[in-house]
């Protein structure tokens, strides 16, 4: 396979590809949730959640030779010219995204025009979509340039399904830059890096070792801040989210790049705050943390799953007990950290009590934002192949979950509507914000007042959200006097960008609780979606 560097000077040659080709990238939308923020929106003055890295990987991977739009659908709805300009559409997405794959893949048949679907749900389900033209099974590599290939041989569509499946793998050293270019980033709640692939651990539920390894793969320090750099020239959103399997999954490299970072950020005046996913057992590691502190990582999320030790070792997720998870939580919050959580409902161990521990540990933990979800098997994870041995696999049937519990579906269900009620009414969501403000927040480095941060257009763009914040949470919402009790200290000492971030975030999860609560919300973001989607269908 060719380097980056030998595939993009082959590109700029004559004769790469034979014939000129119309690539369409289509990203479908996302599934209303948690944690997409979609109700704080229109006061952050943004449109969608995050761009997606994979589909923008493979936009710039595409030979320089064809032309290539990119859409995501989540900014604005391909329109019936961009498929009739197409030779062929490309799709990605998750699981909860298949409902919105199937739309478009029929609205491009529609247009008589050949489809290719890869990414996270294809390649962890192919079976899952007989009615896409072409599969891409795995991450970038040899199935990818014979993909290519084809498309540039042949568009016509095939009489059979085609599939193209990754066996080596492109280095991520030699990834190209994602085509940030084709965006604006400012329409983002927040941007996206990747930095590694794969993770060591085996929890049962998990599918990321089958798809990805558990050997991470990863990119020089240098890719990484080139990245930010192409980010920066089309907006900054302010926070960058590390989306890796696990940003500690091999801790030595991680080092030398937080390192780059610390520079980066000195260099440019600390334009942007980080976030990431990494596991509890990143606390053993005080170096790791100070200078996370000290690049500006200000959130992680981590899959605390839940707070009964029981259910971590029926689950293999034993790191989550190497150190009681409650000081976990703490440390990480001692170095300005403030921790976003995934616990899962409906796992062979619950018992009655458990929604009232969650319910507990919520409180005791003081996490503002926890993503609770009824536990969805995953094909290609030690669960689907234990509950299939078992018989417990359910397809079908408008239930919420493919498994069958142990306890009756009714307590499972209600103990998750338990856990989401009870932990965001907005006394709770605020009480814990409030915890965060006084625990949390201070000790984050103290950022210089740099031009990067300190501007006319910053100030103007932050005065702007406030007032947004103020007008619809502080003044229409029905629990605005609780808000003014949690944010009027905060106001009081000009903590204005802790009130943006707790009024907007608080108010998507009061929000999106209560639509829970009426039935009105999926009750697990890795389950596919079951709503017909409006925004992709014709």
């Known amino acids: 396979m060719l380097t980056a560097t030998e595939r993009n000077s082959t590109r700029a040659c004559a004769g790469t590809v034979r014939n000129h080709r119309r690539i369409l ?32 990987l493979i936009t710039a991977y595409l030979p320089r030779e064809w032309e290539v739009r990119f859409i995501d659908e989540n900014i604005a709805r391909a329109s019936d010219a961009d498929y009739e300009w197409a030779d062929a559409v490309f799709i990605t997405g998750m699981h909860v995204q298949s409902a919105h794959i199937h739309a478009i893949n029929a609205r491009a048949h529609e247009f008589g025009k050949l489809t290719a679907a890869g990414g996270p749900s294809v390649s962890g389900c192919p079976d899952w979509y ?6 891409h099974i795995g991450e970038i590599g040899d199935a990818t340039d014979k993909l290519i290939a084809r498309i540039d041989a042949d568009i016509s569509r095939p009489a059979e399904q085609e599939h193209y499946t990754t066996v080596e793998r492109l280095p991520m050293t030699d990834f190209p830059t994602p085509a940030y270019d084709r965006l604006k980033l400012t329409d983002y709640f927040l941007a996206s890096v990747q930095y590694s692939s794969g993770c060591p651990f085996r929890c049962e539920f998990c599918d990321i070792p089958a798809l990805y390894g558990r050997n991470p793969r990863l990119k020089t320090p240098q890719q990484v801040t080139a990245e ?18 696990n940003f500690i999954g091999n801790p030595k490299a991680t080092v030398p790049l937080l390192e780059e970072l610390v520079r980066w950020q000195q260099e440019r005046g600390y334009p942007v705050q980080f976030a990431c996913e990494a596991s509890l057992n990143m606390t053993r590691k005080p170096q790791i943390l100070e200078l996370m ?38 440390t990480l919050n001692s170095y300005g950290m403030e921790v976003v959580s995934g616990i899962i409902v409906g796992l062979d161990t619950d018992t009655p009590d458990t929604y009232r521990n969650i319910v507990k540990f919520i409180e005791k933990s003081a996490i503002p934002m926890l993503t609770i979800n009824v536990i969805q098997a995953l094909p290609r994870t030690p669960l689907w192949d234990r509950l299939e041995k078992e018989g417990r696999l359910i397809e079908g049937g408008g239930r919420e ?32 914000f409030a915890y965060q403000m006084e625990h949390t927040y201070p000790n984050r480095k103290a950022l210089p007042a740099t031009k990067a941060r300190v501007n006319a257009r910053n100030i103007a763009h932050g005065l702007k959200i406030l007032a947004q914040v103020v007008w619809h949470v502080g003044l229409l919402s029905d629990h605005r006097r609780t808000f003014w009790r949690m944010a009027w200290p905060a106001l009081k000492q000009l903590r204005l960008e802790e009130i943006i971030h707790v009024g907007a975030v608080g108010f998507h999860l009061i929000r999106f609780a209560r639509e829970c609560a009426q039935g009105n919300a999926e009750k697990s973001f890795y389950s596919p979606g079951r709503t017909q989607p409006a925004t992709a269908a014709r």
């Open 25 to 56: 990238c289509v990203f479908p939308h996302y599934a209303h949730s948690f944690g997409t923020f979609d109700h704080a929106f229109p006061m952050l003055s943004v449109k969608a959640f995050m761009p997606p890295q994979g589909i923008l």
């Open 130 to 135: 007989a009615d896409v033209d072409m599969l």
């Open 228 to 245: 930010l750099d192409a980010m920066l020239a089309r907006g900054n959103p302010g926070c960058v989210y590390f989306v890796d399997d």
């Open 293 to 330: 502190r000290e690049a500006y990582f200000t959130t992680v999320f981590c899959g605390i799953e839940t707070p009964e030790d029981e259910a971590l070792k029926a689950m293999h997720k034993t790191q989550n007990m190497r150190s009681p998870v409650l000081e976990t939580v703490q």
């Open 401 to 432: 979950s493919n498994v069958d519990f142990l306890l009756p579906y009714d307590t499972v269900l209600n103990g998750w509507r338990e856990c989401i009620t009870r932990a965001y009414t907005p006394e709770a969501i605020y009480r814990r």
